[in-house]
């Protein structure tokens, strides 16, 4: 046989026993490590399988992989952040807002049939809210009126335009502002007059 080929296999071999051994000594650690940070078992072992694959290409590519251990659970540590990052929006969009976190804008006009001076404010509040939705840019505007006044959730919104969920977030945080800025404004002119 010729010894240019069996060096390959020896060493395709060593890699193999290599892999073995750190799998066998670093996976029940590398586990409970994720387990502490993940509570469901199955998304923790889908963690795992990520964490020791990436480790097999890493030392099928010939990296040199000096502290397995660390290693692994910098890789981890990795993959959980990765996770959580993709849910985040996720639950954002989806979760209930905390009392008194952000009022609907049903919540901030005075109640239909409330007597005749809230019905004069309420007119005013809507008018001012309808020039003030005007003045949006467009994407902000359809975001803020599919959300909050028709009820679409931002996945639905996600889904029927095509833009990430967090952009659609970030268009309804900017339109909130504007539209707070601008009845703010109009708030200190009625009290001021």
Do not use: C
Request: hydrophobic share 50%; no cysteine; aromatic share 4%.
């Amino acid at each position: 046989m010729d010894a240019a080929l069996s060096e390959p296999v020896q060493s395709a071999a060593a890699q193999d026993r290599l892999i073995t051994a750190t799998v066998a000594r670093e996976r029940g650690r590398l586990l409970a490590f994720i387990r502490r940070r993940i509570a469901d078992a199955a998304e923790a072992e889908d963690v795992l399988q990520d964490t020791l694959y990436e480790f097999v290409a890493a030392q099928r590519l010939m990296q040199p992989i000096e502290q397995a251990g660390a290693w692994l659970v910098r890789v981890a540590r990795n993959r959980i952040i990765d996770r959580l990052r993709r849910r985040a929006p996720l639950a954002a969009a989806e979760a209930p807002a905390a009392p008194g976190a952000e009022d609907s804008l049903a919540d901030l006009l005075p109640a239909p049939g409330a007597g005749p001076e809230a019905e004069v404010l309420r007119a005013a509040l809507l008018e001012e809210i309808e020039a003030a939705l005007a003045e949006l840019p467009e994407a902000q505007r359809a975001v803020f009126v599919a959300h909050e006044l028709e009820g679409v959730t931002f996945r639905e919104l996600a889904a029927r335009s095509g833009v990430s969920i967090n952009t659609l977030i970030a268009r309804k945080h900017y339109a909130r502002r504007h539209l707070r800025a601008r009845l703010r404004a109009a708030w200190d002119e009625w009290l001021l007059a």
